[in-house]
C-alpha cells in the first residue's frame, strides 16, 4: 500500500467523524430550538424526543436502502 494512500485514508476517517460529530451537533440544536434541556417545557421536551426519533428512524431507512442497492 502507498503511503499517500493510507495518509489520505486516516484523513477521510477524521473529518468523516467530524462531519457527522457536527451534523449530530446540529440535529440537536435543531429538536431542542436552541434551549437547553433544562429550560425546556414537557411538551418540547417530547416534541425534542420525537424529532430525535424520526431522525433515528429516517438513518435506519437510509442504511436499509443503501443494503438493497
Do not use: C, S, Y
Request: proline share 3%.
Amino acid at each position: 500500500m502507498d503511503l499517500n494512500r493510507l495518509i489520505q485514508m486516516i484523513i477521510n476517517m477524521v473529518l468523516r467523524r467530524f462531519i457527522n460529530l457536527g451534523i449530530n451537533k446540529g440535529i440537536d440544536a435543531v429538536a431542542n430550538r436552541g434551549k437547553a434541556p433544562a429550560q425546556m417545557t414537557p411538551e418540547e421536551q417530547q416534541a425534542a424526543q420525537a424529532t430525535r426519533a424520526a431522525v433515528k428512524r429516517a438513518r435506519q431507512a437510509a442504511r436499509i436502502t443503501r443494503r438493497l442497492r
